[in-house]
């Protein structure tokens, strides 16, 4: 996260050099998920940017992650839902889920939007 947001200019550099320096980068989920929560929520990036930043950073030549499954975080972002609501669903259905179920009815409904079987818990 700090090669991105530069808020430790010592630490940014040391995180940027890092990763020009690998041959792969493996990101797991859970980076990109409170990366993107971080970009949305704490410093108001709005989410088009975020999505474009997200899409540029999962396109380098050595970067490894599911990549199915944050497509599927950047659909939900893009049609203005939670990233992670998008990867949470996604791995669900890659577990054997038939349906996801969230509290969050907006979650839901764009779930649905999508064409993602998804019923809202009470």
Not at 33 to 39: A, G, K, P, S
Not at 40 to 60: H, M
Request: with cysteine; charged share 20%; proline share 3%.
């Amino acid at each position: 996260m700090r090669a991105i947001i530069g808020d430790d200019p010592v630490q940014s550099a040391a995180a940027q050099a890092e990763l020009a320096a690998a041959v792969e980068v493996m990101l797991a989920l859970p980076a990109l998920c409170e990366l993107v929560w971080v970009l949305t929520q704490g410093y108001k990036v709005a989410p088009d940017r975020v999505a474009a930043g997200i899409r540029r950073l999962i396109n380098s030549s050595n970067v490894v992650l599911n990549r199915r499954a944050a497509e599927a975080g950047l659909a939900l972002l893009s049609a203005g839902g939670d990233f992670a609501d998008g990867v949470i669903a996604y791995e669900g259905r890659w577990l054997g889920s038939d349906i996801f179920v969230s509290f969050d009815h907006g979650a839901v409904e764009l779930a649905q939007a999508q064409g993602e079987p998804a019923r809202v818990l009470t």
